[in-house]
Antibody, heavy 116, light 110 residues
Framework: QVQLVESGGGVVQPGRSLRLSCAAS????????MHWVRQAPGKGLEWVAA????????YYADSVKGRFTISRDNAKNTVDLQMNSLRSEDTAVYYC?????????WGQGTLVTVSS | QAGLTQPPSVSKGLGQTATLTCPGN????????AAWLQHHQGHPPKLLSY???NRPSGISERFSASRSGNTASLTITGLQPEDEADYYC???????????FGGGTKLTVL
């Protein structure tokens, strides 16, 4: 069965960096685009970034452009999100999601808290 | 990035029908259609339909999506207590090269 497991969340000070990782299994990872989506406390879902199946195309929300970088390793079935220059408004649960027509399978999420 | 518009809340009685709407534009909903997700807090979102009315396996036929022009809709028939959740529409926006989400509609089943 499809499984997506995020890791790397935690508490980090403003301005610092954090790297999230998502390990995928149960499907042909190299065939699927992958997304990161977040939900801040008390807020709705916010799309963060996406990568095409082969990593040749990457897309970002304006709110993270220039600070976050999405990458994938199709040999290891992982997709990462490098987050630099973190701000308090980046505090959220971060989900990775597979895309098959739409983000169809989601991980359980990992909590990132940006606080001094 | 401009998101999609959703009413913040809808309340309906047990067994009734709820219709949730999601107006977009020709670059997102009107282009490739919308996806609908159900989100119970503390759990990952669940995809209910995509590209207007393609239902993933295992999703009840009580959930039906459609599109009219640039507006997507999700109809839930025979409301059950477990349908109480947040519902999000989402679409790829070709002009922004970004996925956009609606703000979500909180469905309350009375």
């Amino acid at each position: 069965q499809v499984q997506l497991v995020e890791s790397g969340g935690g508490v980090v000070q403003p301005g610092r960096s954090l790297r999230l990782s998502c390990a995928a299994s149960g499907f042909t990872f190299r065939n699927c685009a992958m997304h990161w989506v977040r939900q801040a406390p008390g807020k709705g879902l916010e799309w963060v970034a996406a990568t095409s199946h082969d990593g040749s195309n990457k897309y970002y929300a304006d709110s993270v452009k220039g600070r976050f970088t999405i990458s994938r390793d199709n040999a290891k079935n992982t997709v990462d999100l490098q987050m630099n220059s973190l701000r308090s408004e980046d505090t959220a649960v971060y989900y990775c999601a597979r895309e098959e027509g739409a983000p169809d399978y989601w991980g359980q999420g990992t909590l990132v808290t940006v606080s001094s | 990035q401009a998101g999609l518009t959703q009413p913040p809340s809808v309340s309906k009685g047990l067994g009734q029908t709820a219709t949730l709407t999601c107006p977009g534009n020709s670059n997102n909903v009107g282009n490739q259609g919308a996806a609908w997700l159900q989100h119970h807090q503390g759990h990952p979102p669940k995809l209910l339909s995509y590209r207007n009315n393609n239902r993933p396996s295992g999703i009840s036929e009580r959930f039906s999506a459609s599109r009219s022009g640039n507006t997507a809709s999700l109809t839930i028939t025979g409301l059950q207590p477990e349908d109480e959740a947040d519902y999000y529409c989402s679409a790829w926006d070709s002009s922004l090269s970004a996925w956009v989400f609606g703000g979500g509609t909180k469905l309350t089943v009375l």
